[in-house]
């Protein structure tokens, strides 16, 4: 009987051994976690702080550029060129709409990568004032690609309803970014105001 039971207390103080490094490696993996989440809510706090910064002029001139695409009406065409300085101006006449759509794309980006914000995952994208005839606002994707130009009446994709919302409550905007958790009104001098979705 008492061979037995050294034979078993082995086997059970390598059970008992066992038990003690899985629950080690469970704490050790919830410490992990909670370290991960502190991490993860500092970056998306810092993250938040960064957006409401005001944006460059650079940043604000990309949606009249926007117009210059579509626009044939030439007393339109000198209201967008009115915006820009004369150097600007005579930069983008001589753009083809490739060299203009490239042009947007980079500024756009260029914008977010200087705040070092992964833009594309918190951000569904822009819109903005169209001064195209019929037409009452456009929208840019958050790659700064532009999604279509929208009359006035015509609904929005459904992800940009929110944005809808904003630009119409705030007519001298330059635009409204639309985010996961709120829109973002930027104003003509590029202060940000900030509408969570809730108040939408």
């Known amino acids: 009987?008492?061979?037995?039971?050294?034979?078993?207390?082995?086997?059970?103080?390598?059970?008992?051994?066992?038990?003690?490094?899985?629950?080690?490696?469970?704490?050790?993996?919830?410490?992990?976690?909670?370290?991960?989440?502190?991490?993860?809510?500092?970056?998306?706090?810092?993250?938040?702080?960064?957006?409401?910064?005001?944006r460059s002029r650079e940043y604000l001139a990309v949606f009249e550029m926007m117009d210059l695409l579509s626009a044939t009406d030439e007393e339109i065409i000198e209201q967008l060129k009115e915006n820009m300085d004369e150097e600007e101006a005579e930069e983008f006449a001589g753009m083809t709409d490739e060299e203009i759509l490239e042009e947007i794309r980079t500024i756009f980006l260029e914008e977010f990568a200087q705040m070092e914000?992964?833009?594309?995952?918190?951000?569904?994208?822009?819109?903005?004032?169209?001064?195209i005839s019929g037409c009452d606002c456009h929208a840019i994707t958050s790659e700064g690609r532009i999604l279509a130009h929208f009359k006035t009446g015509e609904a929005v994709p459904e992800e940009y309803a929110r944005g809808r919302i904003a630009y119409n409550r705030h007519p001298g905007c330059r635009c409204v970014e639309v985010y996961n958790?709120?829109?973002?009104v930027i104003m003509g001098d590029g202060d940000v105001l900030e509408i969570p979705n809730r108040d939408l």
């Open 181 to 184: 958790n709120c829109c973002r």
């Open 117 to 131: 914000v992964h833009i594309e995952t918190v951000m569904t994208g822009v819109l903005s004032k169209c001064y």
């Open 1 to 54: 009987m008492e061979d037995l039971r050294k034979q078993r207390d082995p086997v059970q103080a390598q059970r008992q051994e066992a038990r003690e490094k899985a629950q080690e490696h469970v704490q050790r993996e919830n410490a992990h976690s909670d370290r991960k989440f502190e991490f993860s809510r500092q970056e998306s706090a810092d993250q938040e702080r960064l957006l409401r910064q005001p």
